[in-house]
């Protein structure tokens, strides 16, 4: 399982596999991506068309959201947010835990 969470902005990240918070459970969210086309052409690609709305960029253009069907890494390794991190570090050294 190759995460890549710290290559670049982690959030950016696509990952196969669903992450769960090591510290509170949250489940890390779908990966999204937008794709502008033209009006009157439509898309051939294999990603899973979610939804369209005309474009906010391009003028006579189409947004659609696309989905593969992953996910979005954490920013914070295996933790949703700093808090989760610093709450499982202190529980960690509570619990005995020294490196
Ligand atoms: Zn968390």
């Known amino acids: ?12 990240t696509e990952i196969e596999e669903q992450l769960i918070c090591a510290n ?12 502008d086309l ?5 898309y051939k ?15 006579n ?3 659609y959201r696309l989905s593969r069907g992953t ?4 920013k914070y390794g295996h933790f949703c947010r700093l808090r989760c991190t610093e709450a499982f570090a202190n529980a960690a050294v509570e619990a005995g835990y020294r490196r």
């Open 38 to 42: 033209p009006e009157g052409e439509t």
């Open 24 to 35: 509170c459970g949250k489940k890390s969210s779908g990966y999204y991506e937008e794709l």
């Open 45 to 59: 690609g294999n990603s899973k068309v979610m939804s369209k709305h005309k474009s906010y960029r391009f003028k």
């Open 71 to 74: 996910y979005r890494a954490f």
């Open 1 to 12: 399982m190759d995460h890549n969470v710290f290559n670049g902005d982690p959030r950016c």
């Open 61 to 63: 253009s189409v947004t």
